[in-house]
């Protein structure tokens, strides 16, 4: 009784299917992803379907065309041209997650073309973008003309999506983030996977992570969440596969946003955490692999200095000087062991607030971040610790930031008479 | 993590809290139902709350709470010194339910005072005052001041609400109409509850309907929604009553605005259809019951002319001329029996829309609606019939409405041998 003239349906009728637990038809969800864009839906509708859909789910066959739905919305860039093999990496986000910056420029050395288009961070997780934007000079927003040059030049780029790439998701992600409907495996899997399919990459390999840091926190959720994406993409003619990661543990030693510039650059030169080398190198494998070039191995890329010099090919590319020094913290705060023992457990989740607080993350998308705010972990679960060694390193630009990360990084590292056997950092992999 | 400075908590907190299946605390009640009104949780946050609420349900004590939110987001009327015990009634809807019209000037000629705040129809049900504003000059906006001196000098008055009474309840209630979430039992009953609360009420008499012309078709969800409003209506202080009664045959002979006040007028002229009579004084009799006058017969003052003389001064009080002819359909087209036998079934719903497709009822709340548009029931469930026999009358002002409301009150009366049993009127009564 309230359809507007003109449109095929009513958004009232659409969000009354998925509240009472039915089957959404294909020319609904094509409409209200469509009228929503346009604006003939409104914001108090979308967040009342969103919320339906979180509570009442959606089959594998709604999620596909929402999908394809939100890609409708906006351009699909065609990389066909670019003379490489083309593969990309979403990783769902986690504690000292600067994985994409080695990564990519390691699985372009290899001669892959890597489309990175990545985000800035809000919450608990921390942002590429903000990481890379610590680099004097660097731009993350390019023309769709500069992006395609530079991966035809560099072979990677890491840059911003432009507003044409999925902008129903763009707009519907920003609505999840105010109504609480963020936490929908349909939703989540629609949103990451639209932008990839937009984007033009042929392959993508996800880094789905669990654990306290993680977005995930159950292993079963993770995994979830993993075969829906790679089902979604597989469906969309994008070779995929997901990992399966531990975010129990920061990775590495650094979260932030200059420190994981540095401790990145670190294991481009061949060296760096042995985590955050596992990782990077794991998923190269897997890149290389859907890119057909399965029989090079990345590890002789780290050693022989042909990622690091792809590294800072990508950087200046992109206006940044990769020989420029970076931001440090004018404030500094330790946490000491009060035992001698071994350090059992650094929760990612109490780190990642921790650092949040300092400055390196924001609470509202138009807050700044901090370049050199952070915590540093100074021991890793599995080492050897003295009553009042250092444990953790807290890092801000404003003394006033410390205490309320100091109280809720307190018991953050715990310390045992020794550590259990660990399960290994790539649980599972899903294809 | 996205608390604004100044609020006690951020909307997707408590947002979260019931998608997740958990318990609103007081405190968060109060705020969000406040911090909507003022506009500070905005609109598409409230809609994603009211469908996890439609969803996830609300304990006893949410509803309660919210209820007094509700009416706390507003004035609430003293009418302790008009010089009358006050009792109100509120029907859920239905079709050709003109009740408000007949009963309330009943009730007053009975002693009591009736303080009416009625609402405009949306949808297949009419609405109380687009009935009233078919009498020349009637008018349905009272000032505060008015509302009182009419209540305390004729002992009944129906109009609009102001917009001081309850606002929360207002507001959420466009937003609810537009998110397909009127459907919550608890948000229901804390809408009507809320109104009848701040309007001063000292008592109240539900009248909630079940069965095709309902809003509720099924009886065990209008026996909650009764349930649920007679335990608010009792915890805020006012004795309430809920009557279960059938909405599957329209209410009387005539289904529209105008033909509604002429049928009305006959009930109060000591005739009319026996259903309208029999409803019209179960519903007084509760009514005077809880005003303390259960000893009066409502009967009485229907055959001797008091109701009607309370009703010549309800409508002149509010501008209306009581002696005015009402407006006439300019079109008619009829509806036959096709065999003979007993009319079995006359269906609310179809007769309600076909109503509402003659100009009788608004898709929008903005859309005017038409004084002498309706149905006319020739014959109701029960009634001997011969083919050819007209069973239905279809009224409108223009021509070209008609043929669609043919298509939809085709078969709305069914025809068979005999008649079963028949269950009576008023199914039961929640004290």
Known sequence: MSRRSGEPFAAVDVIRVKRDGNVLSDQQIDWVVDAYTRGAVADEQMAALAMAI?????????????????????????LSDIGRPTVDKHSTGGVGDKIT???????????????????????????????????????????????????????????????DLAPADRKLYALRDVTATVESIPLIASSIISKKIAE????????????????????????DLASVMVELGTAHGVATVAL??????????????????????????????????????????????????????????????????????????????????????????????????????V???????AAWQLGAGRARKEDPVSAAAGVRLRRRPGDPVRAGDVLLELLADDAARIPAAQETIRGAATIGDSLQETLPLVRERIA
Chains 1, 2 share one sequence.
């Open 54 to 78: 979180l509570l009442r789910g959606m089959t594998p066959g709604e999620t596909a065309r929402w999908t394809r739905a939100m890609v409708a919305s906006g351009t699909r860039l065609d």
């Open 200 to 223: 033009g990459t042929s392959a993508l390999v996800l880094d789905v992570k669990f654990g306290s840091g993680a977005f995930l926190r159950q292993f079963a959720d993770a995994r």
């Open 244 to 345: 399966l990661t531990d975010m129990n543990t920061p990775l590495g030693h650094a979260v932030g946003n200059s420190i994981e510039v540095t401790e990145s650059i670190e294991v481009l030169a061949g060296g760096g955490p042995a985590d955050v080398v596992a990782l990077t190198l794991a998923l190269a494998r897997q890149m290389l692999d859907l890119a057909g070039l399965g029989d090079v191995d990345p590890a002789d890329a780290l050693r022989d200095g042909r990622a690091m010099d792809r590294w800072r090919a990508l950087v200046r590319g992109q206006g940044g000087d990769p020989a420029a020094p970076l931001p440090v913290a004018a404030e500094t705060e330790v946490v000491r062991a009060d035992r001698d023992g071994v350090v059992t457990a």
């Open 101 to 163: 910056l080695p990564l990519t420029p390691l699985v372009a050395a290899c001669g892959a073309g890597v489309p990175q288009l990545s985000g800035r961070g809000l919450g608990h997780t921390g942002g590429t973008l903000d990481k890379l934007e610590t680099i004097p000079g660097f731009r993350a927003g390019l023309s769709g003309a500069e992006f395609a040059s530079q991966l035809r030049s560099v072979g990677a780029v890491i840059c911003a999506a432009g507003d």
């Open 347 to 353: 929760d990612a989740y109490r780190v990642g607030v």
